[in-house]
DNA sequence: TATAACATACCAACTGGTTGGTATGTTTGC
DNA sequence: GCAAACATACCAACCAGTTGGTATGTTATA
């Protein structure tokens, strides 16, 4: 009775290769023999659980809010009492997570509806998904903020939310030209100044 | 009698529609027989400019860069004697240029540079430089304003500059998702809110 | 000025390898 | 024993790139 320690699952190890495959080539270069040779499984295992490369997009998608969705859900800015600490702890946070080489900072959603959004609309909409649903989280934290000071504003939490997300992606294609994650803190770190400066919080 | 009419130029309708098929179904996607459907010559016309499909790959920033130049060298903002005004300007004529389809308005290198920043990086350095040296300008005019009001800051005006385009290419990349250019032109809203908020501009 | 020699711009057909996908096994767990 | 979970073998379409060729300049030279 071999095998009683390890688990084959073939999904599990083709949803984890494509994590890293596709935000290191992209997408349309990722075939599908690369994923079933980083995961280590052979082509009928690939088209047994997915009835098409593009179903293992949409899926890759999925699998990456769920994937994200814990690795936020269990970061510990979420202690501060004051709703504003945590959306700028998130953004620390976010910061702090600019390690090891590019592709393993950056996003695969992000990367993956610039190559998808004209032509294949399900890997599109799973892309939509994944960054609305997270900025619906830390909306929620710049809403409770601005309630708290009854803010009288020109713009939502919810705008801000979707600006937190496009200012990170867009440091991600900065930290890509430029081949390094400094830039990318750069970025991170004037809409930290930027949040505060809407807050009125004192700049050190 | 040298030909000073109009000259067909296999290239140059090559490059043209290289800018608009790439930014639309992105560059590993975009074959070289797609690429000469659109610009009506055969593949024969294409390997005679470009020695590969990687080669073309970079002409195209180049030429981006070119389109993009002149675009925003003839702009009007430029007219503002304050260098601040040509700053805000030059966000506003951004945010004037999101108009007709998706592929339209988004840059051709902020895409290419997200699939070719691992597996070809002489692509990846014409990306990086046309975004480099798009920044340079703005960084100019940031550093004017900033010198003309004695600023001490914590902040360098490359960096701000360099700010400017990551939100940019992140708004593109939200609209891509969702589908249309209205979240690209809140993210925009919120960048100029943030240079007016650091360079103490009353906000109406 | 005539012409040989060369250069540029382009074309249609082809090639070897890769692609996503299928058809048909074999093995495993309940 | 039977379905789900894999593996093997294969295919037609497509891919980047090559080939051999034509038509039209441009330059050198006598």
Redesign the pocket.
């Known amino acids: 009775?071999?095998?009683?320690d390890t688990k084959?699952?073939?999904?599990a190890k083709l949803l984890d290769a494509a994590l890293s495959v596709i935000r290191t080539k992209g997408y349309?270069?990722?075939?599908?023999?690369?994923l079933?040779r980083e995961a280590?499984?052979?082509?009928?295992?690939?088209?047994?659980?997915?009835?098409?490369?593009?179903?293992?997009g949409v899926a890759a998608a999925d699998y990456w809010s769920l994937f994200t969705g814990t690795l936020f859900t269990n970061a510990p800015y979420h202690d501060h009492a004051d709703p504003l600490d945590r959306v700028l702890g998130y953004l620390e946070f976010r910061k702090a997570l600019l390690r090891g080489g590019v592709p393993d900072f950056t996003c695969l959603v992000g990367t993956m509806v610039q190559e998808t959004y004209e032509t294949a609309p399900n890997i599109r909409d799973a892309c939509d998904r994944s960054i609305s649903e997270h900025a619906a989280k830390i909306e929620a934290d710049i809403d409770a903020a601005m309630q708290a000071r009854a803010m009288a504003v020109d713009w939502t939490a919810e705008s801000l939310a979707l600006h937190t997300q496009a200012v990170l992606q867009g440091a991600f294609i900065l930290a890509k030209a430029k081949g390094g994650a400094a830039i990318a803190a750069d970025s991170i770190d004037h809409l930290i100044r930027y949040v505060k400066l809407l807050f009125d919080v004192q700049t050190t």
Chains 1, 2 share one sequence.
């Open positions: 009775m071999p095998k009683l084959p699952d073939a999904k349309s270069s990722t075939s599908v023999d690369d079933c280590g499984v052979t082509k009928g295992a690939f088209f047994h659980h997915f009835k098409s490369k593009n179903d293992l």
